[in-house]
């Protein structure tokens, strides 16, 4: 009779150890997602392909918007969006 007190009284025990390392855990996953910044998760600089051309690619720093265009031949400086280098108003191609 004793044991099964013992053994009871255990399996109680460590079923509330479980039980409140869990809690804890989901608490803490809680608040390192919602105190996350989306600025840590993006990178500084972003690149993706520009238009037809499989060796050109436009690299924007995301933190200031300053653009590039680099190519195999050449390479271009856009400025930001508040000071822009280029006579265009947009870096978008243009269609003829």
Known sequence: MQHN?????YNSGFKNFVIG???GLCV???????????????GTYQCCAAGDDPTAAFVIDTRTGQTWLFSRSNHYDFGTPQ??????SSIAPQID
Request: aromatic share 4%.
């Open 83 to 88: 000071q822009r280098k280029s006579v265009r």
């Open 21 to 23: 390392f869990l809690l």
């Open 28 to 42: 803490m996953l809680a608040i390192a997602a919602a105190s996350s910044n989306d600025d840590k998760n993006c």
């Open 5 to 9: 007190k013992l053994v009871q009284s």
